[in-house]
């Protein structure tokens, strides 16, 4: 029997030697949070950034609990403090060995009824800079500090390649997103950096809970995967572990979906319908 840390996960040495640094925790909940549990208990040690003041209360107690050696604000959309937190990595480690993305963010009018006309250039314009060029700038900046059999994830979402209601200006920059994933892929990759992203389902998160609709999408997306049931934190981290690991050897420019199956469903049984 394997033993388990506090957080569940199952301890092992697939990360031990690697040092990594993780931007997206926002609280427990978070998908990157859950990410993060799995590489520690696989003995990786991290490097956390937060938004910003107003997440640090929540956020440090977390990384204290993994032993994080690094812990810093990072507003992706300035420069100054990409460049900043970046710089600290530089110093404090000096190298890095893999980088987790999990950002996204979308203004509430984007997010609702009719994309066509709700959405608006400002709006379309933040979506994209938050949710793909954070990126693309943070890949921009890890690279130089990274050898080969290093790798970089990012989180994606079925509504990139299909229509999703509601998920409006949040598809399309993650459509974007996929793409830059495989150009980032193909830069790095004569330097030995793998480059991914992971196409969770519907996950209970803060970005989740304002959902209109949130709910129903959880239980029918349940009725309509395949393994019929909700996408686990524990799927979703064991991804992104296998994918940062040298278990994930030779995959690069990949959108792997960890949905229960959904995304492989072109017509629901006949229960689900029902239902
Ligand atoms: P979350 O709210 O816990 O994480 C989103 C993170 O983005 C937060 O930590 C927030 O602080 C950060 N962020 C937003 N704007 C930022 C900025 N300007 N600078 C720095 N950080 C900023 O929610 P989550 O569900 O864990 O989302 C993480 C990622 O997973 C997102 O890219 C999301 O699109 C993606 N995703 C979520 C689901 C889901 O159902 N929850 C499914 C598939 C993919
Ligand atoms: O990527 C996401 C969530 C992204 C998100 C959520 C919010 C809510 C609050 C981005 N920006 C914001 N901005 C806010 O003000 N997911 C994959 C989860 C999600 O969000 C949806 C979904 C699903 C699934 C929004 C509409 C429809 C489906």
Same mark, same amino acid.
């Given at each position: 029997?394997?033993?388990?840390?506090?957080?569940?996960? /199952?301890?092992?040495k $697939?990360?031990?030697?690697?040092?990594? $640094?993780?931007?997206?925790?926002?609280?427990?909940?978070?998908?990157?949070?859950? #990410?993060?549990?799995?590489?520690?208990a696989?003995?990786?040690?991290?490097?956390?950034?937060?938004?910003?003041?107003?997440?640090?209360?929540?956020?440090?107690?977390? =990384?204290?609990?993994?032993?994080?050696?690094?812990?810093?604000p990072?507003?992706?959309?300035?420069?100054?403090?990409?460049?900043?937190?970046?710089?600290?990595?530089?110093?404090?480690?000096?190298? *890095?060995?893999? *980088?987790?993305h999990?950002?996204?963010?979308?203004?509430?009018?984007?997010?609702?009824? @009719?994309?066509?006309?709700?959405?608006?250039?400002?709006?379309?314009?933040?979506?994209?800079?938050?949710?793909?060029?954070?990126?693309?700038?943070?890949?921009?900046?890890?690279? /130089? $500090?990274?050898?080969?059999?290093? =790798?970089?994830?990012?989180?994606?979402?079925?509504?990139?390649?299909?229509? #999703?209601?509601?998920?409006?200006?949040?598809?399309?920059?993650? =459509?974007?997103?996929?793409? @830059?994933?495989?150009?980032?892929?193909? !830069?790095?990759?004569?330097?030995?950096?793998?480059?991914?992203?992971? @196409?969770?389902?519907?996950?209970?998160?803060?970005?989740?809970?304002?959902?209109?609709?949130?709910?129903?999408?959880l239980?029918?997306?349940?009725?309509?995967? $395949?393994?019929?049931?909700?996408?686990?934190?524990?799927?979703?981290?064991?991804?992104?572990?296998?994918?940062?690991?040298?278990?994930?050897?030779?995959? =690069?420019?990949?959108?792997?979906?960890? !949905?229960?199956?959904?995304?492989?469903?072109?017509?629901? !049984?006949? !229960?689900? *319908?029902?239902?």
């Open positions: 029997m394997s033993e388990e840390t506090q957080s569940g996960f /199952p301890k092992g $697939l990360m031990r030697g690697k040092r990594g $640094l993780i931007m997206g925790v926002a609280n427990k909940k978070s998908i990157a949070w859950g #990410i993060a549990q799995q590489l520690h696989q003995g990786a040690e991290l490097g956390f950034t937060y938004q910003g003041e107003a997440l640090e209360k929540r956020v440090r107690p977390l =990384a204290e609990s993994v032993d994080a050696s690094m812990f810093m990072c507003d992706v959309s300035d420069d100054a403090s990409m460049d900043a937190a970046f710089a600290t990595v530089k110093e404090q480690w000096g190298e *890095l060995d893999f *980088l987790v999990s950002i996204g963010f979308a203004g509430a009018d984007g997010l609702k009824g @009719s994309f066509v006309e709700n959405v608006t250039r400002e709006n379309f314009a933040m979506t994209m800079d938050i949710s793909v060029f954070s990126f693309v700038a943070a890949a921009n900046r890890a690279a /130089p $500090l990274m050898k080969p059999g290093s =790798a970089m994830i990012t989180m994606t979402y079925l509504g990139s390649e299909r229509v #999703i209601p509601n998920y409006n200006v949040m598809g399309v920059a993650k =459509a974007a997103l996929e793409a @830059s994933t495989r150009y980032i892929a193909r !830069d790095l990759g004569p330097k030995g950096i793998r480059v991914n992203a992971i @196409s969770a389902g519907p996950m209970r998160t803060l970005a989740m809970a304002g959902i209109s609709g949130g709910r129903g999408m239980s029918t997306g349940k009725a309509w995967s $395949l393994l019929k049931e909700d996408t686990s934190m524990e799927g979703v981290a064991g991804s992104a572990l296998w994918l940062l690991s040298d278990l994930g050897r030779s995959v =690069a420019g990949e959108v792997v979906h960890v !949905d229960a199956g959904f995304h492989a469903v072109g017509m629901p !049984d006949e !229960d689900a *319908l029902k239902g």
